[in-house]
């Protein structure tokens, strides 16, 4: 069965230094891939999809990377800052069509 | 636009109870789905719907119903509530056929506790 795995450890960087978010998926080729954003006691908000035929997709300080090779999406936050401190999902659709996610990395951004 | 709104925020109840979550989205958007939320297990889905009259079981359907009688309601029925139903609930919707982003709107969560 599909699998998405994500670095379940927090990741703690320092105010202006890049952020990178590791997602792995297993046994199925996604056609495209998302990431969300989750503050505490919040819903998920949306940040960027990116598809198979794209290596890469950029919107603001976000930039986002899909290898299908390695079946493999990175997610970079430049420029840090600690307002982005939140957890971070990926997601893909499954072969029968349905919505999983990973099960998030913490991200703390430290003045 | 509220968006996709749940109720209640907040639930207690003993073993066996039933109850149902209400999640309802003024988008007009076809697709609705329910995702449960534990601490290191991530969303998981629970069940989804493709239309009104549509559903279809999603990871852990398990001890859980749904029906989608209307385009705007998805309401989430626990027949017989278990302490391992205590979790974090969210509701999502999106629209596939308006842009390709196939974003999906959450709702705010309902925190249910089974004891």
């Not at chain 2, 069940?47 to 859980?64: F, K, L, R």
């Not at chain 2, 308006?98 to 925190?111: A, D, H, N």
Request: glycine share 8%.
């Amino acid at each position: 069965s599909q699998k998405i795995e994500q670095n379940s450890e927090a990741l703690n960087i320092q105010e202006g230094k890049t952020a990178t978010l590791t997602c792995n998926y297993t046994n199925y080729s996604p056609a495209y891939l998302q990431w969300y954003r989750q503050d505490p006691g919040r819903g998920p908000v949306f940040l960027l999809l990116i598809r198979e035929n794209e290596k890469e997709k950029r919107k603001e300080r976000l930039k986002v990377t899909f290898d299908t090779t390695l079946k493999q999406s990175l997610f970079h936050i430049t420029a840090s800052q600690p307002a982005d401190s939140a957890t971070y999902l990926c997601a893909l659709f499954n072969q029968g069509g349905k919505l999983i996610f990973g099960q998030g990395t913490e991200l703390s951004v430290k003045p | 636009n509220a968006g996709v709104t749940q109720t209640p925020k907040f639930q207690v109840l003993k073993t066996g109870q039933s109850m149902t979550l209400q999640c309802a989205q003024d988008m007009n958007h076809e697709y609705m789905s329910w995702y449960r939320q534990d601490p290191g297990m991530g969303l998981r889905l629970i069940h989804y719907s493709v239309g009104a009259g549509i559903t279809d079981q999603g990871e852990v359907p398990n001890g859980y119903n749904v029906s989608r009688s209307t385009t705007e309601d998805f309401p989430l029925r626990l027949l017989s509530a278990a302490p391992s139903q205590t979790s974090v609930y969210f509701c999502a919707s999106s629209s596939p056929r308006r842009g390709q982003s196939y974003e999906q709107y959450f709702g705010p969560g309902t925190r249910l506790t089974v004891t």
